[in-house]
């Protein structure tokens, strides 16, 4: 058995970044479906995922004993818990791939570790464990939400330009730009560049505001997604030539797959952004109010970066 200690963390961003790693442990080490354990309720994401056997709310110290003696591998996404590798190393022996903050003494407890760098995007950090190649790194971080849009049934009309909004955000309201302010960036970008423009709106089932302004709004050429899998994200992502987010959980699967973005940020939040030549994070003018990033700034990083990629 392959097992893995998640991070925790229940955010729905700092699971996604955990699942490119996960999928090169299942892809690299014996072909063997995952078992995941964390002290989070997070098992509604990580049951999409074909290569996870099952995902396990914690209940106690002595449950994840049990599951470790049974265990070939383990990946401990876990900075500040050594103790359940130190058991495992004594108990079982196996092999321990690790995730720490800092490498003192690591050498004893773990075949293959990256140090913890708040400054790193989170989803590198993590395949950093087994990978150093950039270009390596890059096709690995990718390659999950590939395999998964192959799953996908989804239905796409495509158009001239394609834009994918992520107008939401778990994380409350400071966080967010406003759904007005990115449909009129999306109008303003479609104008200048004298384009027509299919938009697709990706909420989830929290932000209601959101979902009842598109419901009455029913703009022309627009296609609302809410609460949909994965697979359909990843693909719809994949479909779009531009995707304009919210520092919010689904913009990882944008970021991931290194396919142009532009995220909106209340603070540098560099953990959980991944740059490259088709990235793009804008913040705000005045303080870390969100509010204060222009619809102008928006349009010009969108029309350059959609004309580079011309």
Known sequence: MNLVLLRNRPHFGAQITSIPVLFFFFQNYGNQD???????????????????????????????????????????????????VILYKFIKGGRVFDFVKNDFLIHLTSEKHN??????????????????????????????FLALLQDSNLNLERAELNILIMPGGGAGE????????????????????EKNCHLHILLGPDEKREIQYMQELNIKNSSLHVNIPLNDIAKLVDHCDLTIANDCGPSHIAQCMQKPYIGLFREPNTEWFLSHAKSVKVLPQKGNDIKTITIKSVTEYAVNLLKSQA
Do not use: M
């Open 115 to 144: 140090v913890l760098c708040d400054t790193e995007y989170r989803a590198l950090a993590y395949l950093k464990i087994f990978i150093r190649d950039e270009r390596a790194l890059l096709n690995a971080l990718a390659a999950p």
């Open 174 to 193: 400071g966080k967010k730009w406003g759904i007005e302010n990115f449909i009129s960036a999306v109008q303003s970008i479609a104008n200048t560049l």
């Open 34 to 84: 995952l078992t995941l354990l964390s002290k989070s309720n997070v098992g509604w994401i990580y049951n999409q995922l074909p290569w996870v056997k099952e995902c396990i709310q914690s209940k106690s110290r002595l449950e994840d004993l049990k599951k470790l003696k049974h265990c070939d591998n383990l990946l401990n996404l876990r900075p500040s818990n050594r103790l359940p």
